[in-house]
């Protein structure tokens, strides 16, 4: 029994605990001092103590910041963005052994990434496709190869939306937007003629027009932008089986007012049917002539029928730059076809006028001057008698 109480007294004593002030006035009576001859064992091991990084750690800052600020003011072409980025070394010291040395110095460099920003130019194809059917690879294709942004199809002899044959068409990352011609018999299951359709790149939004159905011909109509660019597209077919008319004129004329309310670029493209390439058509005169009043251009001039006569167009005002790069009037996709690609730069800049104008400097008027020389004029000395004098005399 004593021993088992003397081992507890024991445990008693060696678990007290001491208060913070009284470790404090132990720490201070029975400081450490290293001899020399160890502090020299420990620097040559390279065994620094911690607080020894402090300064290190405070000349990194410094010399990162003074790399930044001497690498901002150099300058820079056009079209560059400015990019901090930090510069981290890679370790090869393995998980779990000490690392005997000085880690690299993380150092911010001034990086300059190019900007990516796409072209002025927006790539349009029109594919008068004379019915979808076995098409739709070769249409993808096409689309794929060339690049284009918007590809306008007319004569897709499609149904509706769901078309799986217009489905296929369009290729990964494309939508579109279509007008099918209404059926007169819902239950019919013969060939639906006609049709236009807008397909388009998935980084571009798009907005239909909504438009009055015209009885002439066909459209789809719509607002195209992303950042920095936008333009209105409209679809247009017109059944080469009817005759030209004044009231497709009048359809026509009532389309381009209606888009010319837009104040974005304007493109239209598709099937008209009329042979503008023929300086002795009357209907070509006229449709020239309505473009004429609008502001508008007719940008194709090659054959695009097998026949040799140009039928498909391209029209935008009169102050786009279009590049027709391509027009097969026998398209290498498939026999029965026509294809044209052109480039249509849509961003147009326009110089604003400088205008020399002189501002009166009010905050040095002295009222008091002022006041003294109105008392002193003509104005206030000399009343007019009448009002037809008033004005001559104040004017």
Same mark, same amino acid.
């Given at each position: 029994m004593?021993?088992?109480?003397?081992v %507890?007294m024991?445990?008693? +004593?060696?678990c007290?605990k001491f208060s913070?002030d009284?470790?404090?006035?132990? %720490?201070?009576?029975?400081?450490?001092?290293?001899?020399q001859?160890?502090r020299?064992?420990? @620097?040559?091991?390279?065994?620094?103590?911690?607080?020894?990084?402090?300064g %290190?750690? +405070?000349r990194?800052?410094?010399?990162?910041?003074?790399?930044?600020?001497s690498?901002?003011? +150099?300058?820079?072409?056009?079209g560059?963005?400015?990019?901090?980025?930090?510069?981290h070394?890679l370790?090869?010291v393995?998980?779990?052994?000490? $690392?005997?040395?000085?880690r690299?110095a993380?150092?911010?460099?001034d990086?300059?990434?190019p900007?990516?920003?796409r072209?002025?130019?927006?790539?349009?194809?029109?594919f008068n496709?004379?019915s979808?059917?076995?098409?739709?690879?070769?249409?993808?294709?096409?689309?794929s190869? !060339?690049?284009?942004? #918007?590809?306008?199809?007319?004569e897709t002899?499609h *149904?509706?939306?769901?078309?799986?044959?217009?489905?296929?068409?369009?290729?990964?990352?494309?939508k579109?937007?279509?007008?099918a011609r209404?059926?007169?018999?819902?239950?019919?299951t013969?060939?639906?003629?006609g049709g236009?359709?807008?397909?388009?790149?998935s980084?571009? &939004?798009?907005r239909?027009?909504?438009?009055?159905?015209?009885?002439t011909? =066909?459209a789809?109509?719509?607002?195209? &932008?992303?950042a920095?660019?936008?333009?209105v597209?409209?679809?247009?077919?017109?059944?080469?089986?009817?005759?030209v008319?004044?009231? $497709?004129f009048?359809?026509?004329?009532?389309?381009?007012?209606?888009?010319s309310t837009?104040?974005?670029?304007?493109m239209?493209a598709?099937?008209?049917n009329?042979?503008?390439?023929?300086?002795?058509?009357?209907?070509?005169?006229k #449709?020239?002539d309505?473009? $004429?009043?609008?502001?508008?251009?007719?940008?194709?001039?090659s054959?695009?029928?097998?026949?040799g006569? !140009?039928?498909?167009?391209?029209?935008t005002? /009169?102050?786009? @730059?279009?590049?027709?790069?391509?027009? /097969?009037?026998r398209?290498?996709?498939? !026999?029965?076809?026509?294809?044209?690609?052109a480039?249509v730069?849509c961003?147009? +800049?326009?110089l604003?006028?400088r205008?020399a104008s002189?501002?009166?400097?009010?905050?040095a008027?002295?009222? /008091?001057? $002022?006041d003294? *020389?109105l008392?002193?004029? =003509?104005l206030?000395?000399t009343?007019?008698? *009448?009002?037809?004098t008033?004005?001559s005399h104040y *004017?």
């Amino acid at each position: 029994m004593i021993t088992g109480c003397a081992v %507890n007294m024991v445990f008693i +004593q060696a678990c007290r605990k001491f208060s913070r002030d009284t470790l404090l006035a132990i %720490n201070g009576q029975h400081r450490c001092v290293i001899d020399q001859r160890v502090r020299y064992v420990v @620097s040559h091991l390279q065994l620094h103590r911690r607080g020894c990084r402090a300064g %290190n750690h +405070q000349r990194r800052h410094v010399l990162a910041a003074h790399s930044v600020t001497s690498s901002v003011s +150099q300058p820079r072409r056009a079209g560059e963005i400015p990019t901090v980025i930090s510069k981290h070394g890679l370790s090869n010291v393995n998980t779990g052994q000490l $690392f005997h040395g000085h880690r690299d110095a993380r150092v911010t460099a001034d990086k300059t990434i190019p900007r990516c920003s796409r072209n002025n130019c927006t790539r349009l194809g029109l594919f008068n496709a004379r019915s979808f059917g076995d098409k739709s690879a070769a249409i993808q294709r096409w689309i794929s190869e !060339t690049k284009l942004d #918007l590809a306008a199809l007319v004569e897709t002899w499609h *149904d509706d939306a769901s078309s799986p044959q217009l489905l296929a068409c369009a290729p990964p990352g494309y939508k579109y937007v279509e007008t099918a011609r209404p059926r007169k018999d819902n239950m019919s299951t013969s060939t639906n003629h006609g049709g236009v359709c807008l397909l388009y790149e998935s980084s571009l &939004h798009v907005r239909t027009v909504q438009l009055p159905v015209f009885s002439t011909f =066909e459209a789809v109509t719509a607002f195209v &932008h992303r950042a920095g660019f936008n333009t209105v597209v409209a679809v247009v077919y017109r059944p080469g089986s009817c005759s030209v008319t004044q009231s $497709f004129f009048d359809d026509f004329s009532d389309l381009l007012e209606r888009l010319s309310t837009f104040s974005a670029p304007l493109m239209i493209a598709g099937d008209f049917n009329i042979h503008v390439d023929d300086v002795t058509d009357v209907h070509a005169g006229k #449709l020239t002539d309505i473009l $004429f009043c609008h502001s508008l251009r007719q940008h194709v001039t090659s054959p695009t029928h097998v026949h040799g006569h !140009t039928l498909d167009l391209l029209i935008t005002r /009169d102050d786009r @730059s279009v590049a027709v790069l391509l027009v /097969d009037p026998r398209s290498c996709l498939t !026999t029965r076809s026509s294809s044209l690609t052109a480039a249509v730069r849509c961003r147009h +800049q326009r110089l604003q006028p400088r205008f020399a104008s002189q501002v009166r400097n009010w905050c040095a008027l002295d009222v /008091d001057a $002022f006041d003294v *020389d109105l008392q002193q004029s =003509e104005l206030y000395r000399t009343l007019p008698a *009448d009002p037809k004098t008033a004005f001559s005399h104040y *004017d």
